[in-house]
């Protein structure tokens, strides 16, 4: 399958290892991985703080560039953006768009996956050979659970991950408090929920914390190095590229 990769804001800026790791582990599976170069934000960030005409030069750009027919699926390594490009670039479009955009935007969303649901429910994998001798727990995050339901998906995948001892998180469902802006305009109440979400996770005594998406990751890897827990933040797509012929992720940059 051909594969269009889309890297999100905080995967080109600050955390591009969830993003090679997403084109590794696809390329492993025999898949063909293309970048288009002119991805720019998806335009989530605009749309959430209630700015939705701003982003209508974004969601143009994105129906463009991931428009291209020889492209079968769109994946990326955050259920956020995945649900912004499946939920609010209709909105924006409807609001402030043109019928080309509208048609662009649904014919691109209906291809758009985050990489849980592109591996288990497109390719059909739960084995994707990853191996990474480690005790996880999994963070399910509000945009993957909430809006795009992926369920247990992510679970499926780690599950068959070789070595991994993986661990149930109480709480599990429970916010984070990240929230894009809502961490920055309500930081007494994200404070307060980081700290619930990060006493859970040292109560599991796991190695490392995953997620799929790095936003609430950089969150909670504040917390947790603030508390000196020793558990670490890892993206989920880091630990599914883990080989045994591949260093120890954990001996790199968290998320």
């Known amino acids: 399958m051909r594969i269009g990769l889309f890297a999100t804001c905080l995967g080109d800026t600050l955390f591009p290892d969830a993003v090679k790791a997403t084109a590794i582990l696809l390329t492993r599976l025999g898949h063909d991985v293309v970048f288009p170069p002119g991805q720019t934000c998806c335009g989530q960030m605009h749309i959430n703080t209630g700015y939705q005409r701003e982003p209508v030069p974004l969601v143009r750009n994105f129906a463009a560039g991931f428009g291209d027919a020889s492209i079968e699926a769109v994946v990326m390594p ?8 499946r939920h609010q670039h209709r909105i924006v479009a409807d609001r402030y768009g043109d019928a080309a955009l509208r048609a662009g935007v649904d014919a691109v969303a209906a291809k758009t996956y985050e990489l849980s649901e592109l591996l288990v429910d497109v390719l059909g994998v739960t084995r994707v050979g990853a191996y990474f001798p480690h005790r996880v727990t999994y963070h399910p995050t509000c945009h993957s659970l909430r809006m795009l339901r992926v369920g247990d998906k992510p679970l499926r995948l780690l599950r068959e991950v070789e070595g991994v001892d993986l661990v149930e998180l109480p709480g599990a469902d429970s916010c984070c408090g990240f929230g894009g802006t809502f961490a920055l305009k309500n930081a007494e109440t994200s404070t307060a ?21 790095s936003s609430c990751l950089m969150h909670i890897g504040g917390g947790l190095s603030r508390i000196r827990s020793g558990t670490r933040t890892l993206h989920l797509a880091r630990i599914l590229a883990a080989t045994r012929t591949t260093p120890d992720v954990l001996t790199e940059a968290s998320v």
Do not use: N, P, Y
Not at 78 to 85: D, E, H, P, Q, T
Not at 193 to 212: N, P, Q, R
């Open 193 to 213: 929920m980081l700290h619930d979400k990060t006493a859970s996770i040292a109560a599991t005594g796991a190695e490392v914390c995953t997620a799929g998406d």
């Open 78 to 85: 955050s259920g956020s953006c995945a649900g912004s490009v």
